[in-house]
């Protein structure tokens, strides 16, 4: 294939994670090495920037104000929730041929990935030259292919240090505590509340991903059992969780209302943790019951970042860049595991992407379907990097004198 002479565009859609500005930065930087590149644009908003041709010109930026914006959580270029369609896509290729851009990099999930599909579709029908590459990204960790997703690391750090805090404050003042964790249909990030674990007591205790479903009569034996034992529960659940049908609990108390891509909404709203909670108070004798809902919280947490991956999200950008420019091809970059631990890239065809969806192997979930196993655990620790250190005190007992055991 010939050198292809033409402008850069690069764009973020779908929800925000911490590093997603590394992948876009190192896209940026990559792609302005190149002599066949005449300019790098980012569209502001993802796709409906790109149909409204709202552009701004990256060539321009300085190294030095890249960088920082690398540093920083959330979306850059800021986002969208639109899903393309073939009409839409075709739209977005036109703009794309109007201003000559030759190098489309899109950094988002399944849906992203999708449309990086129907777009290069779209140019190849038009016999115009366009490479498109899909940069991967998601905290759901739920793309096909790869080992695991860019963003996915420091949502998995900030869950499990969150929860290492609940585990503190619960060990304390003892109880019953439920958090919800985002994760519509895979169940990593909710897995990954357990990656703090430290003492054999520690929470969480109870483990619920969309992967296993769960009854009423099931959830409230698990907490009494776990309660019993430790003198106290903690509870992490995917917002995703479904019953003994297949059908989303918190669906059922969202009202129907739905997402631009036709999802019912789950987030949101403390609906869920509050009817386990209600579950709790009415199947046990536990007073002290309380459920939290981590939200938008868990995506763009300033200051809890993983290393690894922001390492990772600059290195997919730049292997965007790479692949479409020097290499002259079209598809979705993926990472390999090897050794321990090591991380190659390869392409993978948008079509074994797009739009697909993947979940937690059963490995990685224990018989009980209420926890994870070892295997979750060491698949996921390189992925979160350093984590703070929770100590106990360790001292021995002071013998009784007016409480003596009779």
Not at 76 to 102: M, N, Q, W
Not at 139 to 158: M, Q, R, W, Y
Not at 309 to 323: L, M, N, S
Not at 339 to 366: C, H, Q, R, W
């Amino acid at each position: 294939m010939s050198t292809i002479k033409g402008k850069v565009l690069v764009a973020q859609g779908g929800g925000p994670t911490a590093v997603i500005n590394q992948s876009v930065v190192g896209a940026v930087l990559e792609a302005r090495k190149y002599p066949q590149v005449t300019a790098v644009y980012g569209a502001l908003r993802g796709v409906s920037g790109i149909l409204n041709e709202d552009f701004v010109d990256l060539t321009e930026c300085t190294t030095h104000n890249l960088e920082h914006v690398a540093l920083t959580p959330s979306s850059g270029l800021l986002s969208t929730r639109d899903k393309p369609d073939r009409a839409y896509c075709h739209k977005i290729f036109e703009v794309c041929k109007a201003h000559g851009i030759r190098y489309f990099l899109y950094c988002g999930g399944n849906d992203s990935s999708d449309t990086c599909r129907i777009v290069n579709e779209e140019a190849d029908k038009a016999g115009y030259e366009m490479r498109v590459i899909h940069v991967p990204k998601t905290i759901d960790n739920d793309l096909e292919v790869t080992d695991h997703c860019p963003g996915f690391g420091s949502a998995a750090k900030f869950v499990a240090q969150a929860f290492a805090g609940v585990n503190l404050d619960n060990r304390a003042l003892a109880g019953v505590y439920i958090g919800v964790i985002m994760g519509r249909h895979a169940g990593f990030l909710t897995a990954a509340a357990s990656l703090a674990q430290k003492y054999p007591d520690d929470g969480p205790h109870l483990i619920y991903m969309p992967e296993r479903p769960i009854t009423k009569k099931q959830f409230v034996s698990d907490v009494k059992k776990a309660f019993a034992k430790y003198g106290r529960c903690i509870i992490a659940v995917s917002e995703g969780i479904v019953d003994s049908k297949g059908k989303s609990i918190a669906a059922q108390f969202t009202g129907g209302e739905k997402d631009a891509h036709g999802n019912v909404q789950l987030s949101g709203s403390g609906a869920l943790g509050d009817l386990l909670a209600t579950w709790v108070k009415e199947g046990t004798d536990i007073s002290r019951v309380r459920a939290d809902t981590l939200g938008y919280i868990q995506r763009s947490f300033l200051g809890c970042v993983s290393e690894s991956d922001q390492q990772e999200a600059r290195e997919v950008g730049e292997k965007a860049a790479q692949y479409a420019i020097w290499h002259n091809q079209d598809g979705s970059v993926a990472m390999k595991r090897v050794g321990d631990y090591a991380i190659e890239y390869f392409l993978t065809p948008l079509e074994s992407v797009a739009a697909k969806t993947k979940t937690m192997p059963d490995k990685f979930i224990n018989k009980a379907g209420n926890g994870v196993t070892d295997a979750f655990r060491n698949y996921c620790r390189p992925l979160i990097g350093e984590m703070p250190i929770a100590e106990r005190i360790s001292a021995p007992s002071v013998k009784k004198i007016l409480n003596k055991k009779k």
